[in-house]
């Protein structure tokens, strides 16, 4: 009689110094190093679309790394010289994007508190959907988010979920009314 030896589940490492072994890496410089003793533990999710309700081409990978020509397009003139990144983009086919490593500071929440707290853009990590404020979005973004989510929920502690628009009222809208907030908490 043989004896099979049940194969030991191995941790499988996903990240590598706060860079997700699953997104496309595409650095920018438009981060910094977060406070001493920050515990990550708060996901804010953002929608954004250049020149905006725009899908497809480079121009926010452009914004984040601080190569978008600003001649192209004429909303372009109202974000110029703009110094913005995120951890995470999801594209509308679901295609992940990641430009700052989780461990560091990315800059896309700007003046913000959540639950009495403020800077949140030292103790979060930074998701943008491609996408309108106030639109709806993709199938694929949704898996792709949830499972970036999931794998951040593993590595660091978040405890908390939110919208741009909730830690910035009145000066941020997204990612909005049409973003189904109850299919990722469902999922995770």
């Not at 560091?104 to 639950?115: E, I, L, P």
């Not at 978040?158 to 628009?165: D, F, N, P, R």
Request: proline share 5%.
């Amino acid at each position: 009689m043989h004896h099979l030896e049940q194969a030991h589940d191995v941790p499988v490492a996903l990240f590598d110094k706060g860079w997700y072994k699953f997104a496309r890496h595409l650095s920018s410089p438009n981060f910094g190093t977060r406070p001493a003793d920050t515990k990550i533990n708060l996901i804010v999710i953002h929608s954004i679309s250049l020149p905006p309700g725009q899908f497809g081409g480079d121009e926010v990978q452009q914004l984040f790394t601080n190569t978008l020509d600003w001649d192209v397009h004429p909303y372009f003139e109202k974000i110029r010289d703009t110094k913005v990144s995120a951890h995470f983009y999801i594209r509308r086919n679901g295609e992940l994007w990641q430009f700052v490593s989780c461990d560091d500071r990315a800059w896309h929440a700007g003046q913000s508190s959540y639950m009495g707290k403020d800077n949140c853009n030292d103790y979060s990590v930074g998701i943008e959907l491609e996408g309108l404020e106030g639109n709806s979005f993709e199938t694929a973004q949704y898996e792709s988010l949830t499972s970036v989510c999931a794998a951040l929920q593993q590595n660091y502690p978040i405890v908390q979920l939110t919208g741009h628009e909730h830690i910035a009222p009145g000066r941020k809208a997204d990612p909005g009314a049409l973003f189904d907030w109850s299919q990722v908490r469902k999922a995770l």
